[in-house]
């Protein structure tokens, strides 16, 4: 089966696997200066270009927001862990369904936590998961504010604290939460396809 997409270039006739999003896609050359560099620097160590990246740049300035806040939440030197960040973001887009924010950045967790399984295990039902005492109050409140913010209360707040999360750490866990909720809602607007080489990632040892 194919379908007709208009892409950034014009009408293209594409297999529906080979659909980057529903809506228009840009290249890397396409995106403004401040934007290529930014992206092409994640291509350089990734080895690809996220679709995410092509996806959004046809609306080049909500990339940028989008990029300046993630980079905010997601790469701060205090806080959670590298890795606890993507686990708050792999519990999350799971419980919303989210299959490109699950593939993309489960990639990443299986790479930061040293585990090849623990994306999987937690993406497929991060309630019932078995983990530590620590990763488990992180994912339970992260799952308290992605799945019934309405009545989200001081109770989740005393249960984090109680793990011995910080406060500094619970705003890690509502930021990247609530950032995820949005990218989440936008990978579903677009049906944003993953890039096949996440799917390997962390997965098997390096040669």
């Known amino acids: ?53 092509l996806a959004l740049g046809h609306r080049p300035a909500e990339l940028r927001a989008f990029m300046d806040y993630h980079d905010a939440v997601m790469e701060r030197d205090s806080g959670l862990s590298k890795a606890e960040r993507e686990l708050v973001v792999v519990a999350t887009s799971g419980a919303n369904s989210c299959t490109y924010c699950v593939v993309a950045h489960g990639a990443i967790l299986r790479i930061r936590a040293k585990d090849p399984r623990i994306a999987d295990d937690v993406a497929t039902n991060p309630w019932t998961v078995e983990l530590d005492d620590r990763r488990r109050a992180i994912v339970d409140l992260a799952l308290a504010l992605a799945v019934d913010p309405s009545t989200f209360s001081s109770d989740e707040l005393d249960a984090a604290r109680d793990a011995g999360l910080t406060d500094d750490e619970i705003w890690d866990v509502g930021a990247i939460t609530a950032l995820f909720a949005l990218s989440n809602r936008i990978a579903h607007l677009t049906a944003l396809r993953p890039n096949d080489e996440f799917y390997l990632m962390g997965r098997l040892p390096r040669a």
Do not use: C, H, Q, Y
């Not at 208009?6 to 934007?35: H, Y």
């Open 1 to 53: 089966m194919t379908l007709v997409i208009n892409g950034s270039r014009g009408t293209n006739v594409v297999g529906v696997a080979d659909e980057v999003s529903r809506f228009p896609v840009v290249e890397l050359d396409e995106l403004p200066d401040d934007l290529r560099e930014r992206v092409a620097a994640v291509a350089d160590k990734s080895g690809f270009v996220p679709n995410v990246f």
